[in-house]
């Protein structure tokens, strides 16, 4: 079965409550089946105010079995700076 991004779709009205306001509702379905897979508000995807983020163990349709791309959405662990947690011995 071939790798599919979700089919996305932007809301017609704008939510304009929060601080900054949260814009259109941008929701996902799956590109086989049409089931619903998550939706986010734009402003939950500003670099100040980065909120969204999926399972990284979540990678199929729950109702298809589509596998899904979702790397974007997903969560990225930070890394390490390079000194620290690292004990040197002489």
Known sequence: MKIRKP???RGKTPTRTGN???GYLISFYCPTCGRHLFSHYEGDLTKENYKF???ND???CSKC???LDLGEWK???ELMDAEEGIEWKD
Request: hydrophobic fraction near 30%; charged fraction near 30%; avoid cysteine.
């Open 65 to 67: 079995g589509q596998l």
């Open 20 to 22: 900054p306001p949260l």
């Open 7 to 9: 089919r996305r779709e």
């Open 75 to 77: 969560e990225i662990p």
């Open 58 to 60: 979540w990678n199929y």
């Open 53 to 55: 983020k999926i399972s």
